[in-house]
T-cell receptor, first 113, second 115 residues
Framework: DTAVSQTPKYLVTQMGNDKSIKCEQN?????MYWYKQDSKKFLKIMFS???????INETVPNRFSPKSPDKAHLNLHINSLELGDSAVYFC????????????FGPGTRLTVT | AQSVTQLGSHVSVSEGALVLLRCNYS??????LFWYVQYPNQGLQLLLK??????LVKGINGFEAEFKKSETSFHLTKPSAHMSDAAEYFC?????????????FGDGTTLTVKP
């Protein structure tokens, strides 16, 4: 069973469109994250939810909106896509508290044309 | 605020040679320390971590790292590189006693292994 899964794996879309990426974890973790990895492999945290509550909200355009319907799911919706949004987006989860080892999903490669 | 510096964005070694990937952190108190590996077109996976106790930590695939508080370092080593070790490696730190669980990642080091 896949621990952290994301759909879709690839997403190609045009500028101005709205798209969503879904993430699910079956590890029973309390905390989930969204990261953006650019073409230089730099990894930047975007959001984090703990038990459906937003706890980390980095400087991200408000076109990006996370939503956590339950603690096993964290979705990312992006409005009015721009060329600069092209990247690989990773979902991750961890058990909160002192042990913060994170488990990453396989990533969603978003290409905006 | 905490930060992580990985010295050397690219490291190239010959198969069978020692692997040394450097990581230094800046934090007001010693953080929890992690090394992750990312193989091509995959997500990150944990190699090893230091939380408390013994400062020499052994991980998967023959990797180990040593926490040196005096040097604020957590360098990753492997005695003998294998072709399959070619990947991107990330050092990360997390502040202790936090429920937010925010990790700060280094910029990554690309390891190339030559035959």
């Amino acid at each position: 069973d896949t621990a952290v899964s994301q759909t879709p794996k690839y997403l190609v879309t045009q500028m101005g469109n709205d798209k969503s990426i879904k993430c699910e974890q079956n590890l029973g973790h309390d905390t989930m994250y969204w990261y953006k990895q650019d073409s230089k492999k730099f990894l930047k945290i975007m959001f984090s939810y703990n038990n459906k509550e937003l706890i980390i909200n980095e400087t991200v355009p408000n076109r990006f909106s996370p939503k956590s319907p339950d603690k096993a799911h964290l979705n990312l919706h992006i409005n009015s896509l721009e060329l600069g949004d092209s990247a690989v987006y990773f979902c991750a989860s961890s058990q909160g508290g002192t042990n913060n080892e994170q488990y990453f999903g396989p990533g969603t490669r978003l290409t905006v044309t | 605020a905490q930060s992580v510096t990985q010295l050397g964005s690219h490291v190239s070694v010959s198969e069978g040679a020692l692997v040394l990937l450097r990581c230094n952190y800046s934090s007001s108190v010693p953080p929890y320390l992690f090394w992750y590996v990312q193989y091509p077109n995959q997500g990150l996976q944990l190699l090893l971590k230091y939380t408390t106790g013994a400062t020499l930590v052994k991980g998967i695939n023959g990797f180990e790292a040593e926490f040196k508080k005096s040097e604020t370092s957590f360098h990753l080593t492997k005695p003998s590189a294998h072709m399959s070790d070619a990947a991107e490696y990330f050092c990360a730190v997390t502040r202790r006693n936090t429920n937010a669980g925010k990790s700060t990642f280094g910029d990554g080091t690309t390891l190339t292994v030559k035959p």
